[in-house]
């Protein structure tokens, strides 16, 4: 099994349509006290962002967000991403990310996802959609039949209610879009993301997040 560990548990799920938003972004979030972003594959420059932030900004943990097929393992390693996630379970992008040794989060729903995942070695899971899987309820009921697996809950987490998240046992850390708003983002406003992020970081508890392959 192979860990990389995050200082931060609040994992920001960003789309971004112009690359040269991305590094200054990064920069942002790091001066918030976030040092991971997931950076999906939703839009055609999130390769490119990716491979941009993986240059300039070593020390943020750069993830590719949005993997749901096998040949986009090996893109997102070579453009820099040092983990993966996905919104779902595929077996075949699970053996790619494997294969490659590249730390990945597959997506679950169910309790029977978050056995196959977990049966195949998978102990981190992106809860995805979290809200509409249960939220904090479904969590908790996991907790007690699987409390071998950790979650990281994406999917209506915010800030109002990121505290409650954290604060489960069995949720490693959380993802969420908020800290990284459109209109800030388009407004070139990096300086109203560190406050989101550093808000953010100040409401977490301050445990380390580990990604499992």
Known sequence: MKHLTFK??????IVITDVRQAVPMAHALLAGGIDAMEITLRHAAGLAAIEAVARAVPQMHVGAGTVTQAD???RVQAAGATFALS???STTVLQAARALALPF?????????????RDAGYTLLKLFPAMQAGGLGM???????LGDVQFC????????NLKEFLSQPNVAMVGGSWLTPAHLVEAGRWDGI?????LATDSAIDVAAEVAV
């Not at 989060?105 to 995942?117: L, Q, R």
């Not at 809950?153 to 109002?160: E, F, L, M, R, W």
């Not at 560190?194 to 550093?198: D, E, F, I, P, S």
């Open 139 to 145: 969590l908790q009921a996991l907790h007690g039949p």
């Open 194 to 198: 560190t406050a989101l992020a550093r």
């Open 8 to 13: 931060t548990r609040i994992l920001p799920v």
């Open 105 to 117: 989060i597959p997506g679950v729903m169910t309790p029977s996802e978050v056995m196959t995942a």
């Open 153 to 160: 809950p994406t999917g209506g987490v915010s800030q109002s």
């Open 72 to 74: 986009e393992v090996a």
């Open 87 to 89: 919104p779902g379970y």
